[in-house]
């Protein structure tokens, strides 16, 4: 079932925190949006009047649709801030009131869309909330939906979150740790307090935001579809984080997906935690209540049956001393503090003690039953009021007393005190202690729900007006009247229909769940640092690698070859360093072969005496590591005729020790191209000289 209903049933007002951490949390969060304002600060330019009109429109509907309709849901949780007596009432869904800034967003801009944000979360602290951090709230929801709309990358990533559904599904995501967060210091109570509701009361309003949201969207989509001129676009988009850092690209893919699992690894472990303290806390509780349900029945049978017998022993009411027998009668059985004998029309015959008749008033259900009793009403039980503010009603028990004839002359009251009482002793300390040790309050109900036992004494005889489980031995999680968050067992007396109720304030297990959660937490937390630290020393590791072989590609660019690389280790960056110190001595090479034969061409064509245009040659010859190097040139014009046919010029110390070659290696050269010598003893063809 929905209500609808508008935020302006009450008088308007905010409360502003009253501790010091939800200052320094509701200042930092300010200063977020402060910061993320001034990220998203463009350079001032001359505005249509269009773009004023529309911003003008936007900020006099902003109240107007934050606070108009809305729908309740009352079956779900109040969101009551923890020991703050303030009901925040059932979670609401406010259709209208995402529309303008969302709109704002991709039609004037990010500083016009976290403004009127932060509008409508003044509007909702006001009318709803009552909360100063709702202002905040709204105003980081305006600024990331915002940067989302306007940021100007081009990455496929960037380009989803820039459409108005991706720029909705990263706004809700990022709504649940924040609203985590500031749920976090701005609750009161201990810090078990506020991890409780912080991890499990805050669901209700990430849902109606998120709804908010998403019906804001929709009609944002339609836009940026069928009228995309005046949407917000781009003239050139830019190189996103991601392409132009490494380790921007881990971060941007990896830190959301750590986050979200240290998250959920959080929330399950202080759900566990705390259903476990709760089990622990309603066994502790069964086990007491056990105690007093099990006691009272035999309290009320022993008091029925021990009234039935003293009225079946007559008195006669003429005789002087019905105060000592009566007392006799007491102190028989020590189960009545005080015995009362009455006429038929409720005046004092006798007494114990014996001025209680003087002191005592009969009440309506005394005289009532007095009535009853004188037509034959064998036994009866009423709760009425103990004297001195005593923390337990007094149980009285009436029965009519017969003559020898067997007619009913007199009316025995006998009244018992449940904390004196031998049956009922036990079962009230325990639940005292029970009510002390943790805490809460203990009770004792009739069938009216009139309490007959209350720690606290100012409660007797009063009615219990707190909500009661519905099944007999069950919890009930409720919120007390000052803010506080409770648990409420409920127990049925067996036979009669009187009940136990304990109510413990939720605290009790919180703290028993932050002892059991928080070293998880704690490891959760170093695991996160540790693994943060990890990941930066190895991502700086590979990119610095990748920095370094991209200088050499640099140095390899500008013809600087002679620059060896540092190669550490043998993994893909070493692979890739090797690859690349190859390539670099392959271009090396290749670069002075190429300058050895620029060399010597241009040796040999500035030079026209053949021993200086040979020169070039051998010393190129010489450049690879060669002993000696000859060259034989063919005398095509002999002016002597004495001399030899072949001209050849040497260079090295033993290129002289084996001209005699040079005919013969040049005859063999005719006929081939490469001519290789493995060994001289093998060579027939050649003529050495210590072989002649």
Known sequence: MLIIFSLWSTAPYIDVPTTLVAWLGWLFALFCIG?????????????????WVKIAIFGLVTPLTTSLLGLGFPSASNLNIPEMPIDMGVPSVMIFSAIPWVLAAGLSGPIPAVVLALLAGITRAMGETHSLFTIVEMGMLGLIFAWCVNQPYRSRLFVILRQPMGAFVLTSLSYIP?????????????LAVRLDYALTQTYPLMITRSTELFLAVIPAALIKLWQPAWWVRFAKLKPSPIETSLTARFYYFSIPMILAVILALMVGDWLVAGYTARQLLQEKLASTAMI????????????????RRQAERPINPAEPNID?????????????????????????LGSFPSDLGSKARLTQDERNAILLASKGVMVQTYAIPAAGGSNTARIVFIAPVRNENQQIETILLGYADL????????????????????????????????????????QV?????????????????????????????????SGPPWSVVISVPATRTQDMALTTAMPLLILLVILLISLMTVWQLLLRFMTDSLQSLAQEASLISQGKLDHPMQIL????????????????????????ELSHLLAVSEGVASNLAAEDAVKPILEAAMRNGAALARVVLLREVALNAGSQRVVSFGMGRSSELYAYLDEQIFD???????????????MRRLTFLNEM
């Open 35 to 51: 910061w993320g304002i001034k990220t998203l600060w463009r350079p001032a330019r001359e505005q249509s009047m269009s773009w």
């Open 178 to 190: 924040m609203i985590m967060l500031l749920s976090l210091v701005s609750t009161n109570g201990s």
């Open 292 to 307: 007093a349900t099990e006691n009272m029945p035999y309290f009320l049978e022993s008091g029925q049956n021990l009234i």
């Open 324 to 348: 000592q027998q009566l007392e006799a009668r007491a102190r028989e059985v020590p189960f009545f503090q005080q015995l009362l004998l009455v006429d038929l029309s409720g005046q004092r």
């Open 419 to 458: 904390n004196n009482n031998p049956y009922t002793q036990a079962a009230i300390q325990a639940l005292m202690n029970s009510a002390t040790d943790n805490e809460g309050r203990a009770y004792i109900l009739d069938e009216n729900r009139r309490i007959l036992f209350a720690s606290d004494t100012s």
């Open 461 to 493: 005889m009063t009615p219990y007006g707190g909500p009661l489980p519905e099944l007999d031995g069950s919890f009930l999680d409720n919120t007390s009247t000052l803010g506080t968050r409770q648990f409420v067992y409920y127990a049925r007396v």
């Open 569 to 592: 280790g043998a993994d893909e960056v070493g692979q890739l360093g090797n690859a690349f110190d190859g390539m670099r001595l392959s271009l090396k090479a290749r670069l002075d």
């Open 668 to 682: 063999l050269m005719t006929g081939q191209d490469i001519l290789t010598i493995p060994s001289t003893v093998r």
